[in-house]
């Protein structure tokens, strides 16, 4: 698709802004009921709030949804994370980047639902120094990663942070095998030649340092030198049954062809195969199977860094009943829509300050205009 919605509510109704960039983290959530359920059906609402909860912002906020649920000003904010943390091979122990970071905001009083999207190129400031937002996790002290990237996305956006879940490549892969596949419909053919190989990142494909310096000198490519670090995908346009290798794939890739290379693209593919996943996981095939539930719940509870208590399963409807979720307003900040869109950063043509690396700034030089659009957004009627 090549646009995405932004709905708005106004004097009562809603209405829709085209976003180019604006890319949603979720779709509506629907919840499956029936009378008279076996005890294998109710094994599976026992678990499926859990499930979700990892892949789906609206399920995030649902499970936290109880009585005691935290809340400033109405509100109940939740960071969603997604790490390229691995659990084996060469970068198996290296720090953690969070790659994919969005807060979901709920209003208890208002029914609705914001999601902010944050670049991972953002620069900013905490207690370890300057550097992008997605390597605050990576440079924290063992345990102490989630409490400070919250820090950071409360000094940014000027909301507090009241809870979080990340989940991993490992759980992404595993999640989507276990449910046999799900089913995308890919919009925009693309092909990516430097897709990154697992556990080649150091390889010299048998190249010497020699040899490396004069290809470098004369002025070859990184993909021409170290082609053994990268293979060739393709995906071709339309619908097709996706294993978690390939998912995963699709939703990682950052070099593909038709404007499929940018992180914005590849947030449109990660909503798809968010969707994929929520569609799946609800299908009645896996509702009443309880050996395949019991997997995708163990692979959850083992994977997933989070302080969500998900013991109160009645707060999943409670929060469905409360929320119209076909009423979802999602936005990104970013350097290229117009302001009133998110467009409020931008790229410093000079890099010195920046450790000579591709950064996105305020473009005020501080937060006080983002603050101020996060509250229009959630106060302001949108």
Known sequence: MKYMDICRKTNGTVSTIKNERGVSQTKTLKFIAAAGLVLTVTVAFAFKDKILAAFNPISVIATVAGTNL?????????LILGSDRRLGGAEAGRPTLTDTILVASIGKVDKDVVLISLPRD????????????????????DGEGADNLRAVLQDVLGIPIHYHVMVSFDLFKEIIDILGGVEVTVDTAFTDYEYPVENMEINNCGRTDDEIKKMEEGGKSTLEIYFCRYEKIVFNQGAQTMDGETALKFVRSRH??????????RSRRQQKIITAIKNKSLSIQTLVNPAKLKSLY?????NTDTDVDFGAVNSFYLLSQQINFDRVVSVVLDDRSPADQGGLLYAPADKTLYNNQYVL????????QIHAFVQRYLFGGK
């Open 70 to 78: 935290k809340e400033t000003d109405g509100r109940t904010n939740v």
């Open 122 to 141: 953002l620069w900013v400031k905490d207690a370890n120094g300057s550097h992008k937002i997605n390597a605050v996790y990576a440079f924290s002290k």
């Open 256 to 265: 593909g062809t038709n404007n499929e290379n940018t992180d914005f693209a």
């Open 298 to 302: 163990d692979a959850y509870s083992q």
């Open 361 to 368: 700034v305020p473009q005020t030089g501080d937060y006080v």
